[in-house]
């Protein structure tokens, strides 16, 4: 259908396409355009020299990273065990995980603030881990289980004729058909967790445990708030996202064209 469009429908999508990006360029040629404002590019060197901008960042990092293995390796266990070894009960569970889609975060901060207080978790990295963790498995569990499901059933058969086990069959066939679909939910759960700003608010109140999204908060008070620096801080966190992008473009884009077509 797309490959036979007529020349209006052809002015009309490239002009939808031009409308997208204008959209979505304008606001971020903005952000940038106001950032260097005042003082200019220095805005960037007062945010990294007066501010533990640096060690936020290890922060957020460490946070991120161990959030998106935990996400990765429980939402496609729990989907491969739902799905394919489909034991008693699958159902309930798959509808129990599922359920976690349907409850907004702010809906759970009581109750985790109360978890949290009550493992003695405050003041550290998995006061913040664990959360990120519940509240994302469940997307990656959905996506991961439809992927799973439109992959033949003849590969796992196979796979059991060669003399597989269940951890070898997951670990040696299943993880490399699921590279695409990993990917997506890689991006997904490191954005979620690198932007993350309520639950650090909440549980690291150590200055040494902070996190990347509170740097802003330097360059405002309660009379003044310094638009420029804060423009620029959000400039600096937005780049390891935009890096980690880009470093899987390629997989996240077949992961979803493969979602897509499946």
Known sequence: ?????????RIVSQALIILAVIVVAVPLVMIVKVSIQG??????????QDTPFLRFLINSAVISAVTLALVLAFSIAAAYCTVILRPRGSTVITVLVLA????????LVVPVYSLVQSLGLF???????????ALAVPFGFLVGGNYIRAIPVEVFEAATL?????????????????????????VFTFLAAWNEYLLPLLFLQDVDIKVVTQVPTYF?????????????????IS??????YLALQGTFRRGLSNGAIK
């Not at 003082?39 to 990294?48: A, C, E, R, S, T």
């Not at 990295?125 to 963790?133: E, F, K, R, S």
């Not at 040696?172 to 058909?177: A, F, M, T």
């Open 1 to 9: 259908m797309f490959l036979h469009q007529t020349l209006v429908s």
């Open 39 to 48: 003082q200019g590019l220095p805005n960037y060197v007062v945010i990294l």
């Open 100 to 107: 976690g889609l349907t409850m907004p975060a702010i809906a």
């Open 123 to 133: 003041d550290t990295y998995w006061a913040v881990i664990i959360p990120l963790t």
């Open 162 to 186: 060669d003399g597989a086990g269940t951890w070898r069959t997951f670990i040696s066939v299943l993880l490399p058909l699921c590279r695409p679909i990993l990917a997506v939910v890689a």
């Open 220 to 236: 405002q008070s309660q009379r003044l708030v310094d638009t420029p620096k804060v423009f620029a801080a959000n400039v600096l």
């Open 239 to 244: 780049l390891p996202i935009i890096v980690f």
